[in-house]
């Protein structure tokens, strides 16, 4: 594919990729790229939009330096920090036929400069935010915007005064909001837009939630406001303080976050002290910021009483420690966890049982203990029967209790059933003799299926499986086993004994050939 185009001053090419790389010098309400491919032409029509005028301007013109705040960079702790303004640059564009967007913010993307960085400092909070110019010394420099080729496009000229008594800036309060979240952003009309069309973008207010629950948290976002009606973002980094009250309603968890702490009590009132207080040899050394750089904010901590208590087990029946039962193969639990989880008005709090405020009670001659952390774990020495446990939590009134019966192993069960099965044979059919088939040459017994189950004291039975069971053949000259299956060789009596583990089991399947025919059906 080759495209070209004889518009040089709207766009460039490389290939059939379109570049603008900011040295155009008019837009084009209709550009073509003329496309061709083994004969066949194409055009696609662009149409691009160039910058008409460029704009430039900063939150104030004249930054003042903040009376307290020093730069501690400065080993004379003679020099204040400055007051920071925001750049905002915006343009307008068109396509030659008429303006088509007009007053856009590009200040994320343009190219801002100073003309002197000895007494203003620029920067971008990050890679899409606007840049931010402060002040350093006394001084004066132009704050502009640099084009692709080099030229000024736009700029305004910033002044910094000195830092006289006169020109110094003084904290005057503390500007704060203790919130949960941002507000939400909504937008009118819904997508799909049309080209140029007007969107109508809300944001709400931040909200403030509720300080009820273990780990609920909210934000602290503070300035400090200045004489001038000015403010400074407060942060971790540039001396944002925060002091609780009563550290049992709420703990300080970040540089601007508090928590409610483990085990809450209510509070309703000044909980948190906000105060600004730089880092720094200099800062110790000055006056300081007056009580009006601090602040007391009212906040209402209130626990919820919970609605419910639910215990909750993967299983109410637990074998002895050390049972054949428990072994594998078998696999029976001897200790099960306990899960408890409060539940309130508007949520849930789970997986509670290693809660210290958990208290387990056990009742008496129960065949099993609790732990503090809500391991059940049955006794060692064979005891078998029921117990309950009542759980509760300390500062909450409701409880809950479950039942948990142990039992062990009663016996190993052997039995057989017919080899091929058919249906529902193997578990409704018993065979305890097996005959020759008639009409075979030379003659072929019937064969059996042993299967081997584990009885417990309380009935409940489980099949084990071949791989963890042994089988022994009283004579081996009258049939064998291999796999599970019998097979007959001679006419007799033979006794077949399971073994799991340990343990044998309690009777054997005592198995009977006989030399009567059966003939097929």
């Excluded at 704009?55 to 080993?75: C, F, H, K, M």
């Excluded at 420099?141 to 005064?161: M, P």
């Excluded at 200045?226 to 009250?245: M, R, T």
């Excluded at 062990?408 to 097996?434: C, H, R, W």
Aim: net charge negative; charged share 10%.
């Amino acid at each position: 594919t080759a495209c070209s185009a004889t518009t040089a001053n709207i766009f460039s090419l490389s290939g059939c990729n379109v570049i603008l790389n900011g040295l155009e010098t008019s837009g084009a309400l209709v550009a073509n790229v003329t496309a061709s491919y083994l004969g066949f032409v194409s055009v696609v029509p662009l149409k691009v939009l160039y910058p008409t005028s460029v704009s430039i301007e900063v939150e104030r013109e004249v930054l003042r330096p903040i009376a307290g705040w020093y730069n501690e960079q400065d080993t004379t702790c003679m020099q204040l920090r400055y007051q920071s303004a925001v750049v905002t640059v915006t343009a307008s564009f068109s396509d030659t036929s008429m303006i088509n967007l007009v007053n856009v913010d590009i200040s994320s993307f343009a190219n801002v400069m100073v003309s002197n960085n000895t007494n203003l400092n620029l920067m971008r909070p990050s890679s899409n935010a606007a840049p931010v110019i402060t002040g350093l010394v006394h001084g004066t420099s132009n704050v502009y915007v640099q084009g692709a080729d080099g030229t000024t496009l736009a700029s305004v000229v910033v002044r910094t005064t000195d830092s006289s008594p006169a020109n110094q800036l003084a904290v005057i309060g503390l500007n704060v909001h203790v919130v949960s979240e941002l507000g939400e952003v909504t937008v009118s009309p819904k997508s799909p837009y049309s080209r140029f069309s007007d969107v109508i973008v809300t944001v709400q207010p931040p909200k403030i939630g509720l300080l009820q629950y273990e780990g609920d948290s909210m934000t602290v976002i503070a300035y400090a406001v200045l004489d001038d009606h000015s403010q400074v973002e407060l942060s971790g980094d540039n001396g944002l303080k925060l002091l609780s009250h009563d550290e049992d309603a709420l703990v300080i968890s970040g540089d601007n976050t508090v928590t409610v702490p483990f085990d809450p009590v209510a509070f309703d009132g000044p909980l948190i002290k906000v105060w600004w207080q730089p880092e720094g040899t200099c800062f110790q050394q000055g006056t300081g910021f007056s009580e009006l750089a601090s602040k007391n904010m009212t906040l209402k901590v209130s626990p919820p009483p919970a609605l419910s208590l639910s215990a909750s087990l993967s299983t109410n029946m637990l074998v002895c420690e050390g049972d054949t039962a428990s072994m594998v193969g078998a696999n029976y639990p001897s200790q099960v966890q306990l899960h408890i989880a409060l539940h309130f008005e508007t949520r849930d709090q789970t997986e509670l049982q290693a809660d210290p405020r958990a208290s387990y009670t056990v009742s008496p001659g129960a065949p099993f203990i609790v732990d503090e952390t809500g391991l059940v774990k049955a006794n060692g020495n064979g005891t078998v029967g029921f117990g309950n446990v009542t759980v509760s939590f300390q500062g909450q009134n409701v409880t809950d209790t479950v039942t948990i019966e142990v039992t062990k192993m009663s016996e190993l069960v052997i039995f057989a059933s017919p080899q091929p099965s058919y249906g529902n044979s193997d578990t409704t059919v018993k065979v305890t003799t097996l005959s020759p088939i008639a009409c075979t040459q030379p003659l072929v017994y019937q064969q059996a299926k042993l299967h081997v189950s584990l009885l417990l004291t309380n009935g409940v039975s489980k099949s084990i499986s071949a791989a963890y069971t042994t089988f022994t053949i009283s004579d081996p000259a009258i049939a064998t086993e291999q796999d599970r299956i019998v097979t007959v060789n001679n006419t007799g009596t033979v006794n077949v004994t399971a073994s799991f583990h340990d343990t044998e089991s309690a009777l054997p399947w005592t198995c009977t050939s006989t030399s009567s025919q059966v003939s097929l059906v």
